[in-house]
């Protein structure tokens, strides 16, 4: 499974991105996918989730702010980030977990897209 992500940038506070991450695979089905980030402290945390069925999880830092949304028909998953801050600054990961015959495969993580908040 690769991971392609992109979208991220450079934006004041109080602005607006969109990542987007698709992922390619010849032989996996894609279960659950998300959004992690790395921040200044190294430590990569939770930022959103979404399973192939639509269900979504938030850190609770983003909620109401940030929306997740999935297409599978191109195996793509994408983060709407409003009312950005600076403390959202990161470098994003977008992440899947695969099945096939009945195993789970993974965690696959993509390439990280930086995201950078101006105060």
């Known amino acids: 499974v690769q991971l392609q992500a992109s979208g991220g940038g450079l934006v004041q506070a109080g602005g607006s991105l969109r990542l987007s991450c698709a992922a390619s695979?010849?032989?996996?089905?894609?279960?659950?996918m998300g959004w992690f980030r790395q921040g200044p402290d190294n430590q990569r945390a939770l930022v959103a989730t979404i399973t192939d069925d639509g269900n979504t999880n938030y850190a609770d830092s983003v909620k109401g702010r940030f929306t997740i949304s999935r297409d599978n028909a191109k195996v793509a998953i994408y983060l709407e980030m409003n009312n950005l801050k600076p403390e959202d600054t990161a470098v994003y990961y977008c992440?899947?977990?695969?099945?096939?015959?009945?195993?789970?495969?993974?965690?696959?993580w993509g390439q990280g897209t930086l995201v950078t908040v101006s105060s």
């Open positions: 992440r899947a977990d695969a099945y096939r015959n009945g195993l789970r495969y993974g965690p696959y």
């Open positions: 695979t010849r032989i996996m089905s894609i279960t659950t």
